[in-house]
């Protein structure tokens, strides 16, 4: 990851940006500060979750992902879609997911790969990962990429929790790849592969490579971009050919519990929503909430990929619009048998990095002086976490105040009564 | 280098608020983080601290927590005013409890936490007086870095 963060995954249009802390006070990691009535994005600390763009009451907050038209490059001479299990959640009365597929034939695309295939695969994977006991539970999933990040910025003591296997697109892009090289005979640089991604954490981890030594895509699209190209394209679809090939595990990914639930086990837990998410790993580090509990699924968004910011539809009615979906669908139509793939095709090609941003020095004596600092200068503050100085929190903005990028003076509500008589 | 604690923290843990139970555990995680503690020793101060502060709200009602970090340990002194404890080594032992049905079903009070508080510091001493309250001393060492 070193999350090369020349990347970025949310970025600000400063004329719409009003300066207020609507932001600022939902990022998760306090990675925004409002500096001369502009919100400001610290990209070592964003984990691409989306709370911001979701939040931003001027629509000044932008998740960045590819254009469509990229898709176009002449450098490709085949072009899968890959798309998310939520993308299905987005459109009315779809009750044959074939539509979906033959749509997006009629936008662009050559062929496509639904990501719920690879979902599946990774479900059978850690059945069989669970039944070979080598697993130290509880798990952690690692699906959801901004919760990934969130441990390697917050939790460096649950990396070791975390389910070492490539995610559901990971393993699509790849296989995708290399059957359109065999079915083609193009160069697997010819094939172009894109996923279409819920959220801003998905590009960001696909674009950058969380866990991938080279990134496996060549682009990661907006659901929503591609809903709207989808939307009259699928309405010209008269009979669809059988293309959609997944089953019930594989689209219930798209909601919260869905990953849990395809692993057969009785003790898991699913949380979604971020402050929940922080929560259960605040629990879980005080080694409590682990008893029995086998399999940990996270998701940053409320309700799962369905809430992902990059979507239209509302997280529940998408997540209802599944259920219906899947109804007849058989339980799993891929099985790791059929795809003939060795172990290491599944697994983690490189642990993903922790982040030492929350570190005040590497010294710990120095660091132990700020600490002192910081918290002498936090007992001045009113302790009202109204973020009008610019930062989230008192403690936030002692922070600031202490590494010198704020003044005291931008607390517009400080005791100065307890200033003077400490200076005098 | 001195002795002398550089941080302290004190904390009043209440008494009659499960929910709120791990609020101190929590400032001292995140003050921990940021001074680039090792993540398994502040896994093992997380936890004497969260299993201290809930046997202060389940038996004594609260109490208070002193948290002492110098560059060398880690001092966590929980100080409440309850019953006390008429037979530590008897506490001591794992499964042992006292802790009300009501507690248990709540999924706390299964006789680990004065094992655990034991198990994960460096050194732990408890003193008790019945009728008057308990305070336990645990120590964590903070290990150099390599």
């Given amino acids: ?424 | 280098m001195t002795n002398e604690a550089k941080l302290r923290f004190e904390f009043d843990v209440d008494g009659d608020n499960f929910t709120s139970a791990g609020t101190a555990s929590e400032t001292v995680k995140y003050n921990l983080k940021q001074l680039g503690i090792a993540p398994d020793i502040i896994r093992r101060v997380a936890i004497v601290m969260y299993e201290g502060e809930i046997n202060m709200v389940i038996h004594a009602k609260g109490g208070k927590a002193v948290v002492e970090i110098d560059s060398d340990e880690i001092n966590i002194t929980l100080k409440d005013v309850g019953p006390g404890i008429p037979d530590i080594n008897l506490a001591m032992q794992e499964g042992w409890s006292t802790a009300p049905d009501n507690i248990r079903s709540l999924g706390f009070g299964a006789g680990m936490g004065l094992p655990n508080m034991k198990k994960y510091s460096d050194k732990m001493e408890i003193e008790s007086v019945v009728g008057e309250g308990t305070t336990v001393k645990m120590c964590v060492k903070i290990r150099k870095e390599a």
């Fill in chain 1, 1 to 424: 990851m070193s999350i090369s963060k020349q990347l970025h995954t949310v970025t600000l249009d400063t004329d719409k940006c009003k300066g207020c802390v609507a932001c600022m006070k939902r990022c998760p990691t306090e990675a925004i500060r409002v500096r001369n009535g502009k919100a400001q994005i610290h990209y070592e600390k964003c984990i691409g979750c989306g709370e911001c763009v979701r939040i931003c009451p001027h629509n000044a907050k932008k998740a960045s992902f590819d254009d469509f038209d990229i898709i176009f490059d002449k450098k490709y001479k085949y072009r899968i879609a890959l798309p998310a299990p939520s993308l299905y959640g987005q459109f009315e009365h779809l009750d044959n997911l074939n539509y979906l597929a033959e749509g997006l034939l009629k936008i662009g695309f050559d062929d496509i790969f639904e990501v719920a295939r690879g979902a599946e695969l990774v479900s059978e994977y850690t059945r069989k990962l669970f039944e070979s006991g080598k697993l130290k539970t509880p798990v952690i999933s690692t699906a959801c990429p901004a919760i990934v990040e969130l441990i390697m910025i917050r939790f460096h003591n649950l990396k070791d929790r975390l389910l070492n296997l490539l995610t559901p697109a990971d393993i699509s892009a790849k296989i995708a790849r290399e059957e359109a090289v065999r079915k083609t005979g193009y160069k697997p640089e010819e094939i172009g592969v894109f996923f279409i991604s819920p959220c801003p954490a998905k590009v960001h981890a696909l674009k950058t490579g969380l866990c991938e030594n080279n990134p496996v895509v060549d682009g990661v699209l907006s659901s929503s971009e591609c809903y709207f190209r989808l939307l009259p394209a699928m309405k010209k679809v008269e009979n669809p050919r059988d293309l959609s090939e997944i089953g019930v595990f594989g689209i219930s990914w798209a909601f919260s519990g869905g990953e849990a639930a395809s692993l057969l086990k009785d003790r898991y837990l699913a949380a979604d929503g971020m402050e929940n998410v922080l929560n259960v790993l605040k629990e879980l580090e005080n080694g409590k909430l682990a008893e029995g509990i086998e399999f940990i699924e996270l998701n940053a968004c409320v309700g799962g990929c369905v809430g992902g910011v990059l979507n239209v539809e509302n997280p529940f009615v998408a997540k209802a619009k599944l259920m219906s979906q899947r109804k007849y669908l058989p339980i799993s139509k891929n099985h790791l048998a059929s795809y003939n793939r060795p172990d290491e095709f599944y697994v983690w090609e490189k642990a993903p990095e922790l982040q030492d941003v929350m570190r005040l020095d590497e010294n710990l004596d120095v660091a132990m002086e700020k600490l002192q600092r910081i918290n002498r200068i936090t007992e001045l503050l009113p302790a009202l976490d109204c973020g009008s100085c610019g930062a989230p929190s008192c403690r936030a903005f002692a922070m600031d105040v202490a590494e010198g990028t704020a003044k005291l003076t931008d607390c517009h509500r400080i005791d100065l009564d307890k200033i003077l008589t400490l200076k005098g």
